[in-house]
Nanobody
Framework: QVQLVESGGGLVQPGGSLRLSCLASGFIFSNYVMSWYRQPPGKERELVARLSSTGALRTYADSMKGRFTISRDNGKNTVYLQMNSLKPEDTAVYYC????????????WGQGTQVTVSS
């Protein structure tokens, strides 16, 4: 069965860092575009970052540029999101997603991991 399992979330102080991981199984990971989305409290889910199957092409939301980095290890079927200089407005449930191409919508979703940025 297809599974995307996120980990690495938690409570962090403003200005701190977290590294999220998403372990994938049940599909050919290296053929899929991988993305991170987030859903702040009371808001709609939004794209955070997207990475092509080879890791050559990256897309970030404007507010994350220079602070967040998406990467992948196809040998480990894992995609990462390094988050630096975190702000309270980054508080959200973060979701891993997989899709076949960059212009497509996600086919698979993870269960989400909570990130809370607060002093």
């Amino acid at each position: 069965q297809v599974q995307l399992v996120e980990s690495g979330g938690g409570l962090v102080q403003p200005g701190g860092s977290l590294r999220l991981s998403c372990l994938a199984s049940g599909f050919i990971f290296s053929n899929y575009v991988m993305s991170w989305y987030r859903q702040p409290p009371g808001k709609e889910r939004e794209l955070v970052a997207r990475l092509s199957s080879t890791g050559a092409l990256r897309t970030y939301a404007d507010s994350m540029k220079g602070r967040f980095t998406i990467s992948r290890d196809n040998g480990k079927n894992t995609v990462y999101l390094q988050m630096n200089s975190l702000k309270p407005e980054d508080t959200a449930v973060y979701y891993c997603a997989a899709q076949r191409g960059v212009l497509e919508r996600p086919d698979y979703w993870g269960q989400g991991t909570q990130v809370t940025v607060s002093s």
